[in-house]
């Protein structure tokens, strides 16, 4: 069986590369797939492009390039390219010389949710490819904040730790000792959905951790249900709090690897916080959510990463798992995956 | 004939892997032996354990875990370990996964002259090997001085190092120039000792120097009678001053592996340094003899990982040893080393 | 066709490895090339020496020596060296140990120009190679700005940068738009000239461009002669002004690979210019130049070393030149190197 940590990510979805604000207007930014370098940038008419971060001509990142209306100009000897990857001018493009290429890879680019996403599988795949469906991010009812990390490990390493909530020890400190019960889950040949039953137990925690939480800010007892669901290549966490003073909310996240090799992702999250009856309570309490979730995050961030040493060390997946339904995440992963280039 | 630098250390000696005020009751602490990492932890009874450094279940190192009574819990999904390896709780333990490991490798501990000692070898024969005898740690007439250093070179440089005493250029702007004497050398299988005559010549002094040697603080002539022994895997050097106002002292030193391929070492020392006949003295000059042995050591470091370096770049020892007992030392390190895995 | 960055730089020419006041006399500097490790020294009266940077005992540098009038001794154990790279004493060398060996290589030097050559090919065919013809150096009529900066690239990305002038527009912020025209170029089997003519366009400019430009401090207009020449090893470019109130000047480079697989180079640069008529000019000017031109070396090497990532990462040269000069270039770089070793 295939290690699952050398499974590539299928490319044949949308992947966040950059935040839409990451990309202003008539500026460029360097982004990468899977080790796939890109150039992304916005021209004067709003459009983002994604083009081959090598100028065709010395390979030198477009990235490093200047904006022309709709076109990129390498910086090195000015070459120009539309947002098709063609290249349209050589300034001084000599007789006699080899006959020029005719430009560079580009990719189907589409903005949604405040980032910018591209399609770097089968490009004739990226139309009849949905994006991802959120209409919370949308509703007026729920705000959004939004997350961008680099985590120094394979993408798997995030799905299981998201999904097997016993990993709740690790946090003991940020929102106390908290004992999870799986309540049950279902698995598919592209799905895993867990649902646990959080009770909050002694312990300090963290003040933005009661404000997403069963036990409530005012540390009145509760306890929540919460629902975690890998649908590759994608996850998602649903609260649905049964004290009802406290906002549901709901997270969605991407894994994308950005080096060849897939040992490190960048983890965009979209954590969309229903508005709480009292106006003003969701801002004031903002920067403590804000807070709380970078305290978790890099707890995760922690464990995930020394998972990847061990691996890096060790040279295989050394894991005994015991919990069946992280055993059907890896079949998931695995199945749905792509051949890392070797 | 085996490259030295490739020779791996005997695995079936006691080897120090931390000073013992570096495991706090109630903590732990990583530590390594030639690339396997251990996880050392004191228990609430004041015994120290060395487990495998990783949790049998996802690999997460364990010496970022949590010590509860003589027991060890892994940080991530909180699986709890004994001293002897042996997993003893799965918190959420579920039916139908696959069945759980037993636990991870432990190591024979001791704690001895304020180190952690463990034995990574064969652990049946632990018990049969004694620990170093220091007659002298213990004694009223003596005070030891601990140090603990990472070095980047193999540890058969340190061996060398300190056997052959032509090396005092190096140190000739902290000790002047002395010219050592070669009196004599014995060698075995397991051991060489050589005896030096150091008579001191010119050159400034570290008033450090002064207190350890020969010449003496107030600047008195005379020569010292040194001898240093490698009795592997340990080396020795005793101070038997000629000028009776100066004290007498020997140095204890073990060279760990840290690395798999063995080209970081860390060096262990005890300079246990009979006290002088006038009260306070020494304590007072405690910190010059600190500094000293500091500046010295410093030097030594430049020196052998130069070496290494060398050895790095040339990929072989391209050395032309011609001090006779250096070749014997050689053969002492290599007959009673460990292949390197490869 | 052999990938050109795979090309060695051919030893058999004298290559600066150091400016002259970096060894001043009784002192040693380390130096490097193409992986070969070079101690000099400057001895008692006045000639630098050019060792192998590995003491024949231990291999330990002797770059960390000590100079004893014409003699290096190595900080270790002290064993001394002549310039010929012969022993001449072991100051304790016992009896039977291993036959001592006679020395390391030494490598041919002379002083030219303010730089310290070496000539690391077969020592036979130095005395018969010319060092480079520099009259306007000593010329009382020009004055020399001296440059060397490593960069991390194969030394031919520095060649096609300078030769191929259609680069200018990565200079935009600092010379302003510049419309290079080729006008002419003559390729040999060791040789490529070209000549372009210039002619400022607009955008601002660095004031220290103007004092080295045809557009002149006073922003009159005009327009430039450049020649540059690749005479295989060494790089010229000269500039004939036709605007008669400003500086001719002529820089000659030399690129110099540091390490065994040459994608480091240490680029050694004097510009020397013609003085103005009026006296005092130059030393006015002179910081404004200097400034000048480290903007546009930092600007170069910014796409040069990004054109040798790309390599890296490409594993090979990817490149699709369309200039014929540059092609013309490549060959006279391919047919005059030196496999690198394997």
Redesign the interface.
Known sequence: MTDLRRVGISPDFWYPVALSREVPKGETRAAAFAGERLALYRGAQGAVYALED?C??????LS?GVVEGETL?C????WAYRGNGRICQ?????K??????RGVRAYPVREAYGLVFVFPGEPEKAAATPLPDLPEFASPRHRTMTFSRAVHCHYSFMHENLL?M??Q??HRGVIGRIQ?K?LGYDAGPQSVEARYLFTSGKGKKDFGAGLLSAKGPRGSKGSDVITIRTEYPYQTLRLAPTNTELPAFSLWAAYVPEDAEQRVTRAYGLLMIAKPPVPGALPLAWPFIRRFTERVFAQDR??VE??QR??DE?GED???????LI?DLRDVLRGNGAPLPS
């Open positions: 090598r065709a001509h010395r390979q030198v990142p490093m100009r910086c090195y000897h000015a050589i300034p001084y493009l000599p006699g010389g080899e006959r020029p290429p097997d016993n990993h020890f690790l999870p799986l922690t464990a020394a998972e061990a691996w060790q050394r894991n005994h798992e015991v919990f069946p055993l």
